[in-house]
């Protein structure tokens, strides 16, 4: 079974910066990719970023490309979402999901099967 846990989410002012990360414990060897999704307070779920477990590539959310980097420690089992120039629409609970086979998109949740309990993110203006 596999488990993920996120941590590092908290409040910050409009320009700030936050680190969030994610630690895969279990049967972590055959995960194909790791993706950050979001949702605010009274919106569906969105897609935030993913990055290729075996591979440096990474994908981001129009929303955030530029401002956010996703990365990943093999060594650790850990993915990170840095997090910068921040706004108040970035305000939400952030999920950390595995893909474990690579069925889907990166961006579609269905191809995920194994995600965190969240942690909040909050940006004032």
């Known amino acids: 079974q596999v488990q993920l846990v996120e941590s590092g989410g908290g409040l910050v002012q409009a320009g700030g910066s936050l680190r969030l990360s994610c630690t895969l414990t279990?049967?972590?060897?055959?995960?194909?990719?790791m993706g950050w999704f979001r949702q605010a307070p009274g919106k569906e779920r969105e897609y935030v970023a993913s990055?290729?477990?075996?591979?440096?590539?990474?994908y981001y959310a129009d929303s955030v490309k530029g401002r956010f980097t996703i990365s990943r420690d093999i060594a650790k089992n850990t993915v990170n979402l840095q997090m910068n120039s921040l706004k108040p629409e970035d305000t939400a609970v952030y999920y950390c999901?595995?893909?474990?086979?690579?069925?889907?998109?990166?961006?579609?949740?269905?191809?995920?099967?194994?995600w965190g309990q969240g942690t909040q993110v909050t940006v004032s203006s």
């Open positions: 999901a595995a893909d474990r086979l690579g069925r889907g998109a990166g961006y579609d949740q269905a191809a995920y099967d194994y």
């Open positions: 279990g049967r972590t060897a055959s995960m194909y990719r």
């Open positions: 990055i290729r477990w075996g591979s440096t590539s990474t």
